[in-house]
């Protein structure tokens, strides 16, 4: 099994102003995934952080605005870039491994 | 404290048969609650949802049980398919979902042919 830290937990941002979330992971995983989930609603998958190259981004999402980085099999990053107040929601951490799929505690956004 | 249980790590149904998968939970703010499928190296999809004060929702081969007093839901695939082989995840939150989903560790289904 594989424990995911996310930090922040939570932040009130500046419309305008980026903010980097990072998922660490307690042991080697193969894949990991970035999600967002506004309040009430189901996950949307952001994009998949692919070590040592770009993220592959779902329909909807670019590298501008969300840059990801995963530079080895335990960490990746999320930023979110020039913040609107529509970007305010819950951003997820996901990892995978041997078939098992481990969820961070999520970072909780708001921008005003 | 995990407040999300799915005490089966893996269950193995025949196909065509009934699956059932179990799901308990600790905190009683909990009001709404949610399966997920997820595939190996997929992300997760949303498969049905139930909101605290119903007992049962129905969406085609999929129904979801909820038993509030005993902190208990599960989630029944009639018939089982060789496609629903799968983890499947129980997640629940609470007053409106400000605060995020809170995950079960899954329960990997099997269906054998």
């Known amino acids: 099994s594989a424990v995911i830290s996310q930090k922040p937990s939570r932040d009130i941002c500046q419309r305008g102003t980026s903010l980097t979330i990072q998922c660490q992971v307690d042991s080697q995983v193969t894949m990991m995934f970035w999600y967002r989930q506004q309040p009430g609603q189901s996950l949307t998958l952001i994009a998949t952080a692919n070590q040592g190259s770009e993220a592959t981004y779902e329909s909807g999402f670019v590298i501008d605005k969300f840059p990801i980085s995963r530079p080895n099999l335990t960490f990746s990053t999320l930023t979110v870039s020039n913040m609107s107040p529509e970007d305010s929601s819950i951003y997820l951490c996901s990892a995978e491994t041997n078939r098992e799929a481990f969820f961070g505690q999520g970072t909780r956004l708001t921008v005003v | ?113």
């Not at chain 2, 949802?49 to 005993?70: C, H, P, W, Y």
């Not at chain 2, 979902?97 to 099997?110: E, M, S, Y």
């Open chain 2, 1 to 113: 404290d995990q407040q999300v249980k799915q005490n089966s790590p893996s269950l193995s149904v025949q196909e065509g048969r009934i699956s059932i998968l179990n799901c308990d939970y600790t905190n009683s703010m909990f009001d709404y609650f949610l399966w997920y499928k997820k595939y190996p190296a997929e992300g997760p999809t949303f498969l049905i949802s139930i909101s605290s004060i119903k007992d049962k929702n129905e969406d085609g081969r999929f129904t979801v049980f909820l038993n509030k007093s005993a902190k208990h839901l599960s989630l029944h695939i009639v018939p089982s398919q060789p496609g629903d082989s799968a983890v499947y995840f129980c997640a629940a939150y609470s007053g409106g979902g400000a605060d995020g989903l809170t995950f079960g560790k899954g329960t990997h289904l099997i269906i054998q042919p």
